[in-house]
């Protein structure tokens, strides 16, 4: 008899997670993967939060587990999931977030400008494939919603999705907000599939609720909390900055990492070489990089590392109003008093911006009941339902920040 190989993860969230095929084990094992251990799920959030130090693996490996009891439980309702679909759909979850880049979505449009990430993980997915001689096609079918069976995609991707569940869930316990917590293990038996489309049973309406209001609560106490706000700007003015004075003479600005291409030579064009290069850099390049650059003669450039080294921050407010011109000026008038620089360099220090966040997308996912009659009612029209057409409005505020 021959033993199939397993492995069991023991998780802090979910207790143990269990690895028992092949391809999974390929997935795990793959420097690309590996990466995510070096890219942390919440960027600047422990600067408020010290125990939200988790990474991007936590959260993936994570996912998985779910997207595990996911597919049990529909097949505990006769739907129809084959092993091979089962396997794909682990292999996507596993890959989602792959094409993260250093403090996940901080630096998002900065390090690599115009490439969003799930359009970089699909073309990392695509390399790994190769190297794999196609064993992930139909995992980046389903990733795609290119399969005829779209719940398996919406598993991934979608209102209700295990990826939503897993960060909720993971990033609530690690930051010690409990306004995160949801009941994931009571959503996951509530889900059902009906005409090809993931559903949630009657039964399931106030976890699902509760899970959207969890999220929004999560969004303006911890992803948008001020002071995290306040970090994460600042690290992206400081490749702004470095940005501005690049040239291949300067060495004081080269960090002897693959970060330098991404800061003055990358035109745009990921190609598989410069994808490479993306797949090496983490937060660990970033983070030299900015104590490297605290050094620079440049003295905004090194003013705003020493800070963000140090965590003496811009000052944030946010509001629910556009700030008034006058009170603009005057804040950058004592940025540019205070610090002695040119009125064309105070957007380094001085500068105002808007944040948003919707409860419920209405437009382009859904979250549909079924109910005992047969009958199928998108969430928001429920009668009586948490979740009406003000709570799926986005709610848009408006932030200062301010060095002094």
């Known amino acids: 008899m021959t033993l199939i190989k397993r492995k069991i993860i023991n998780d802090p969230v979910y207790g143990f997670i269990t690895i028992n095929h092949p391809l999974i084990f390929a997935i795990i094992a793959h420097p690309y993967y590996q990466r995510l251990r070096r890219i942390q799920q919440m960027a600047m959030a422990q600067l408020v939060y010290p125990g939200a130090v988790h990474t991007r693996l936590h959260h993936s490996l994570g996912a998985y587990h779910l997207m595990h009891n996911a597919v049990a439980e529909l097949r505990g309702k006769g739907i129809e999931i084959t092993e091979e679909e089962e396997i794909a759909v682990k292999a996507a979850i596993l890959l989602h977030d ?57 598993l991934i991707s979608g209102q209700l999705d295990v ?42 309406i106030y976890s699902v609720e509760k899970f959207l209001v969890a999220r929004r609560q999560m969004y303006w106490q911890v992803y948008l909390h001020k002071t995290v706000l306040s970090a994460e700007k600042m690290l992206v003015k400081i490749l702004e900055r470095v940005r501005s004075l690049y040239s291949k003479e300067d060495a004081a600005l080269k960090t002897l990492s693959e970060l330098d291409f991404f800061l003055g030579e990358f035109t745009g064009e990921m190609n598989t070489s410069a994808l490479e290069k993306f797949c090496a850099v983490d937060d660990h ?59 064309e360099e105070v957007s380094y220090l001085c500068f105002t911006g808007e944040a948003s966040n919707t409860l419920y997308q209405t437009k382009d996912e859904r979250i549909n009941i079924l109910f005992k009659d047969g009958t199928v009612t998108d969430i928001s029209k429920i009668e009586n339902a948490l979740i009406d057409q003000n709570l799926s409005a986005p709610v848009k505020k408006f932030y200062i920040c301010l060095l002094t």
């Open 98 to 154: 792959i094409g993260h880049g250093p403090f996940s979505h901080a630096l998002e449009h900065s390090l690599v400008q115009g490439a969003h990430h799930e359009q970089l993980s699909l073309q990392i997915m695509d390399l790994i494939n190769e190297e794999l001689n196609g064993q992930l096609t139909l995992a980046i079918r389903i990733f795609t919603d290119q399969y005829p069976k779209p719940f398996l995609h919406q």
């Open 163 to 204: 990826d939503r569940m897993d960060y909720l869930s993971r990033d609530s316990f690690y930051s010690g907000v409990s306004e995160g917590v949801i009941g994931y293990d009571r959503i996951l038996k509530m889900l059902i599939v009906e005409n090809g489309q993931l559903m949630v049973e009657e039964k399931g």
């Open 285 to 343: 390049d970033v983070m030299h990089a900015v104590k490297r650059w605290s050094h620079h003669p440049d003295r905004i450039l090194s003013l705003l590392c020493k800070r963000f080294l140090n965590r003496k921050l811009y000052k944030a407010r946010i509001q629910a109003e556009p700030f008034e011109a006058d009170f603009i000026k005057a804040k950058e008038a004592q940025a540019i008093e205070q610090f002695g620089i040119l009125p």
